[in-house]
């Protein structure tokens, strides 16, 4: 019996895992390269239901649950990549990520160079992260520095539907490794309407989401979501205009945006779920600081999380940077 899935994002606006599971469906039907690999991915749809459906329209073959073995399964998808595959890695949660750092640090981000061009590794890995939905520990940090750190490897992070399937799109299609973070708490806390053909976002891409000349606001991931209400708030309490920008891919980073926006404002807030020691926020600073710190009218402000383990869920939202923390952030900046 065909079990195609209907092409829900013809339908109207749909949350964050129904524009990652319509991507996945459409371009596993468009190009029979890409695969799916993870705990849990294939009978129950994953975790997250991300991949629900997949394994009973595309088959065993193209969707495989595996054990439980993070090394093994990145090593066993490098492989694959390097013969011409496109692998899409599902790391349950990004807490259990680490345990393939050999080999994303030793073999996936170094296949390029090791080789000299002959080989490319163009794999995704996905991966749930980050606090707001009352999970342990290990399933709630952000760690994104991690892997940004790593060369060799692109870092992407979606902050809404409209984007997500999109920028998943792109990193599929990428010739070299992604890692691809999903935000928990963006999953399903609202809907949007997504390009049905999937465009318009590019990997390395900043987007500028509203124009201003009074501050320049920068976030990514789940904090995009809270940055853009607590501007709300201030807007209507307030006459300002603030640039806004969600960054997408932490690395590599759009800097020219970054410094663009910084030179025509002069004042900037960062806001993210990190915490604070060197953090994503933190490489901002240095690039603001390289390139456009005589624009500059006031100290950069960061918004981020402390730097202590993140405490379980009772005290979850203390620990998260919040609206309010956001909107004060950005009025010291302006009022420096």
Known sequence: M???????IKTGKINMVQSLNTTLHKVMDEDDRVLIMGEDVGVNGGVFRVTDGLYEKFGRKRVMDTPIAESAIL??????AVAGLRPVVEMQFSGFSYLMMHQLEGNAGRMRTRSRGQFSVPLVVRMPYGGGVRALEHHSESKEVYFAHTAGI???????PSNAGPLLKAAIEDPD?????????SYRSFKETVDPDLQGVA?????????GEDITVISWGA????????????????????EVIDLLTISPMDVHTIITSIKKTGRCVIIQEAQRSFGPASEIIAQINDKA?????????????????MPLFAREQLYLPSQSKIC???????MF
Not at 154 to 160: A, D, G, L, Q, T
Not at 203 to 211: C, N, P, Q, S, T
């Open 203 to 211: 990997i390395g891409k900043a987007r500028v989401l509203e124009e």
């Open 293 to 309: 710190l005589m624009f500059l009218e006031a100290p950069v402000g960061r918004v981020t999380m402390y730097d202590v383990i």
């Open 75 to 80: 090593g066993t998808a490098i492989g694959m």
């Open 154 to 160: 692109k870092v992407v992070i979606p902050s809404c």
């Open 2 to 8: 065909d079990k195609k899935k209907p092409d829900i």
């Open 223 to 242: 904090m995009m979501y809270d940055t853009l209400r607590a501007i709300s708030d201030l807007k209507i309490k307030t006459k300002f205009h603030p």
């Open 177 to 185: 490794p992604v890692v691809f973070m999903e935000p928990k708490r």
């Open 328 to 334: 004060r952030a950005i009025l010291e900046t302006l």
